[in-house]
């Protein structure tokens, strides 16, 4: 019966693989890995589960699943760190990836590999699933999926001990190498500040003198009102600042002294909201744009993304999901409420037109070819629907479609292609793997995998040190993007808790899977 019905099959092996994968022990998880091993067990136990008709297409449909909500949610950072001068790290990133493949070449020729092992290898020791669909599409013989698999797992724990290496700060590197120590995240504070200095600036004016700062409130003559870009404050006056605690600090020593009275304890005239950013119309477009001050009377203090806070500046570009604090008169907040949509439900509801869409033009793109020499390379099905999701995840709608995907919404979607991409992945090779694993070719792979693995992941940190000069937090998060391993992200976070590994992970995600999808298949 499960072989006749591949989707029965293929879901009962995602469950039993997320749900192993879900097991911690000492903090580290197998994650999404797990359904892999699941469906190769699978595979192995009954042959015709591995020929069941119908796994190709489920795989090809969870990748273009994963790597185009990847790309949504990766375009606007990845665009961002490009223009904050992210050239180096783009240019160090194809160079590790480049010397990853020609190290593959060179130790499958001396073990002797079928071209399917030596792609599988670099698949599996850069931990890339796209790369191993690549990799299954342009070989004409042999599965990369047997190599791919007992490479993986050794990789991914050789790139999370180095990645707790970095981030305690004890790499095996000399002195004058040393990952410089990254300074902590500071937390987002708000104070009530009474002014007493003269002559201060305009408020525009004093956001410019001390980044990252914001203001929602003034108290004068005992009337309480909207703090806007023009204003200018007063001795006496009493004003609401937020933003990063030493940035705080500084202006509250500038310009008076902290109040041991709580301005935004007073909700009498002003009251605040935190407004969900459901409209799709608003996807992309920029705080400034919306002119909240002059057509609303209220201010944007600060915006609640994913689990991150941060100060809402006038070029803030908002996002489906976002979570704004408003500012302003009680009744007004109702009006500004209706602007952002302010609905849950909304949430729930992707654009299907833009998801379908987007998707059906990654696929396409993954189809066009150019000839190099004697090869014909391409994007494929992982990498056309990736790249069509960074440029669409910039664009963030036009017109009446909108291609963003709300953050929850994109999580799921990204989880369960993923899961489903493994799984039939491995389902569709447990006979080749179970026959491979027990033989001496197979330990040579396995071998292959952790010389390769562990040799990458100690490189790329003494790279990005000597070459890109990123303090420990960023090595570690362009560690998990060189290596396209969310796992090494999740790890990373949970021990820096510092968002700019996030920031640096999604520098360097993108083009490490372009690469790594282009650099296969000279290998097969």
């Known amino acids: 019966m499960l072989a006749d019905e591949p989707l029965l099959l293929a879901l009962i092996v995602v469950g039993l693989g997320a749900g192993i994968g879900a097991v911690r022990v000492k903090g580290l998880s197998l994650g999404p890995a797990a359904a892999l091993l699941v469906g190769l067990a699978a595979g192995a136990i009954d042959e015709s589960w591995s020929e069941a008709a119908g796994l190709e297409l489920l795989r090809e449909f969870g990748l273009v699943l994963f790597t185009y909500t990847v790309g949504l949610a990766s375009g606007p950072s990845f665009a961002n760190g490009v223009r904050r001068g992210g050239a180096a790290a783009i240019g160090t990133t194809v160079v590790l990836v480049a010397a990853l493949g020609a190290a593959s070449a060179g130790l499958a020729a001396l073990l002797n590999l079928t071209p399917a092992d030596r792609a599988g290898l670099f698949a599996g020791v850069s931990t890339n699933t796209p790369a191993l669909q690549a990799a299954s599409d342009g070989l004409e013989s042999g599965d990369p999926v047997v190599a791919y698999s007992l490479a993986y797992p050794t990789a991914v724990i050789a790139m999370l001990v180095m990645t707790t290496l970095v981030l305690i700060r004890r790499p095996p590197l000399p002195v004058r190498l040393e990952v410089p120590t990254a300074p902590r995240p500071e937390r987002i504070i708000n104070w009530t500040v009474v002014v007493t200095a003269a002559g201060l600036p305009t408020l525009a004016e004093l956001r410019q003198r001390h980044r990252g700062l914001g203001f929602s409130r003034i108290g004068r003559d005992g009337a309480v009102r909207v703090a ?77 993304r994913g689990d991150d806070d941060i100060v809402a500046a006038e070029d803030f570009e908002l996002g489906l999901g976002d979570r704004v604090r408003i500012v302003g008169p009680t009744d007004r907040l109702v009006e500004v409420a209706r602007l952002f949509g302010d609905s849950e439900r909304r949430l729930a509801e992707i654009d299907a ?108 940190p003494l790279v990005l040190v000597v070459a890109v000069r990123r303090d420990s937090v960023e090595t570690a998060g362009m560690l998990a993007g060189i290596e396209t391993q969310p796992a090494a992200l999740a790890y990373g976070l949970e021990r820096s808790g510092d968002e700019r590994l996030s920031q640096a992970y999604a520098l360097v995600f993108p083009v490490a899977m372009i690469a790594k999808l282009i650099v296969v298949q000279f290998l097969v």
């Open 228 to 304: 806007t870009e023009e204003q200018r404050l007063e001795p006496g006056d009493v004003v609401v600042v937020v933003g990063p605690e030493s940035t705080v600090q500084a202006f509250t020593r500038e310009a008076g002294q902290r109040s041991d009275v709580h301005l935004p304890l007073d909700r009498g005239t002003i009251d605040f909201r935190r407004i969900l950013v459901s409209n799709r119309q608003l996807a992309g477009r920029r705080l400034a744009d919306l002119d909240l001050t002059h057509r609303y009377g209220v201010v944007a203090t600060r915006v609640r």
């Open 353 to 460: 037109v833009g998801l379908a869409l987007g998707a059906a033009a990654g696929i396409a793109l993954g189809k066009v070819s150019i000839g190099v020499g004697p090869l014909d390379l391409g994007l494929g099905i992982g990498g056309g629907p990736l790249v069509v999701g960074l440029v669409l995840g910039v664009v963030a709608r036009s017109g009446p479609i909108t291609w963003q995907i709300p953050h929850a919404a994109n999580q799921l979607l990204r989880q369960v292609g993923i899961l489903l991409f493994l799984a039939c992945a491995g389902l569709a090779s447990g006979s080749a793997f179970a026959d491979a694993v027990v033989t001496r070719h197979g330990l040579e792979v396995a071998a292959a995998g952790v010389v390769l693995g562990g040799l990458f992941a100690a490189i790329i």
